[in-house]
């Protein structure tokens, strides 16, 4: 094919991938759940080359589909089985740290990079960048801004959209925007570069980033508490932020079905309390002062909450090994629950306050269509992210006649719910193509129509990452259930 040859003349022919041995990775995403073809795959090294590529494709009309680290949990970053095969442009070779200035507290990066690899840089130089996954040893920032990633530190670090300053994007026409501003105050207009923050690939390819970095905490204090239900960890949360304000900057919430799916299935994991039959939630406090005094406030916190009957039990970590296994647990929550069975994960956030009403209204929702259904349930409490996953083992999950039919009540009855408390139906994880049915009936027909138009102004053909994000603009799309409420 000409365009294929095209690609190699540019690139050289390592850096065109067309065999279907050399495409698996990247045509499936990581859970196996979707998976189709490509026309090829492509590793530019630098962005003059990302835009060569993208002006290719625009003159001959094929789609193009960004992937970063191909963690994306709603099958944003792999191909589609309509339409036409795309090419997928891999950043993996643009993984340079293009600079650090540790006293404009920010760092210059490829999109490629990794983002564990960006947070040992910013260590290096006694900085930190706070925006932490489980998947962070091989998702990549670009991907990380384009799906506009959470993580642990929202609570106090906000997500990735609040750690981007500049960004430098290879438009649909393949024009380069050198966005890479570094500055805290930039008041000359349009701040575009949240428009691609978020967008997922469908309006752009981030190629470069200005992060935002903060000072290294030299203090950590971590500690992992036994609950006996959602409103008494509510509790808890509240008692630690009367107390430490900043300095609380994780509190994760986990059930017991949550717990025990990542003992049996990963293994060297331990659970930090006696009981595992309960709720657990994980608190973390850092600061840059005296870890004694750190260590002072968390068991005063513990105490008052222990004697208010908040907690059952509860460990604090005594060393950094303790500490980074009590994480362990909490980061492998991914690996385990892929490994146990089908959990159709939502990504629900609704204002902190009412987190237990939301739990307990949609389990009652989804177990009014297959009652008994076991829930994994884990989420970042101190923002309101809760990852409400009912679950089927592999087995139950395979007897199923019409299991998208299925999945697709169970996640609106939980989106249902979200909405009805003012939440969102995607707090982190993106859109992707699960979940462009319910842009159509959360989001407002005046928010849709400025999306879409956003969309054509920056991508009038429709080759980025199409089917993502933004549901089909015909009249069918837009039904009366659309109402003023907002998803986001």
Known sequence: MAL????????????????????????????????????CAVLPSNTEQVAAVVRLCAESGVPVLPQGGNTSLCGGATPSEQGEPPVIVLLTRMRRIRSLDPVNNTIVVDAGCVLATIQEAAAAAGRLYPVSLGAEGSCQIGGNIATNAGGTGVLRYGNTRDNVLGLEVVLPDGSIWDGLYALRK???G??????????????GIVTGAVLKLHPLPTAEAVAWLAVD?????????GLFQASCNSRLSAFELMNAKQIALVLEQVP?????????DTWHVLVELSDTGD????????????????????????????SEAQRKAMWLVRHSVSEANKKAGVGLTSDTAVP?????????????GVRAIVPDLPFIIVGHMGDGNIHLIPFFTFAEWDALTDRDALAQRIRRAMNDVASALRGTFSAEHGVGRTLTSEMVRYKPYAELALMRAVKQAFDPKGLFNPGRVLPPPSPSALPSIVTSQTGD
């Open 4 to 39: 294929i040859e095209a690609f190699k003349r540019l690139l050289g022919d390592t850096a065109v991938l067309t065999r279907e041995e050399d495409l698996a990775a990247v045509t499936e995403d990581w859970r196996g759940r979707y998976r189709a073809p490509a026309l």
């Open 186 to 188: 930039n008041n000359t």
């Open 190 to 203: 349009y701040d575009l570069k949240h428009l691609f923050i978020g967008s997922e690939g469908t309006l």
């Open 229 to 237: 239900n959602p409103q008494k960890a509510l509790d808890v949360l």
């Open 268 to 276: 060297g994991r331990r659970c930090p309390v006696a009981r595992i």
């Open 291 to 318: 870890a004694e005094a750190l260590a002072a406030t968390m068991q005063a916190v513990l105490e008052q909450a222990l004697e208010a009957g908040m907690i059952s039990d509860g460990v604090v970590a005594a």
């Open 352 to 364: 902190v306050s009412t987190v237990p009403a939301f739990i307990d209204q949609a389990m009652a």
